[in-house]
């Protein structure tokens, strides 16, 4: 599921809603991290509150992905 490309509030709070439970299946919440951390690189989207809400899993990805784009 790649949904980097996709724009708004919307697609950005099922993502974090995703990446945020503990019981989720963990491919899916790394597909969905992948996306979320595309879509705030991309969009320069201020990500700290975000940040705060995943799952450990989530968060390390979505970092990953700012770093490599030069995000901080």
Known sequence: MDLEYNEG???IQALVQVTS??????GLVESAAESLGGILARTNTSHDEILKSLTPQARGIVIDILKARGCS
């Open 21 to 26: 439970d503990e019981s989720e299946d963990s």
């Open 9 to 11: 509030p919307e697609v």
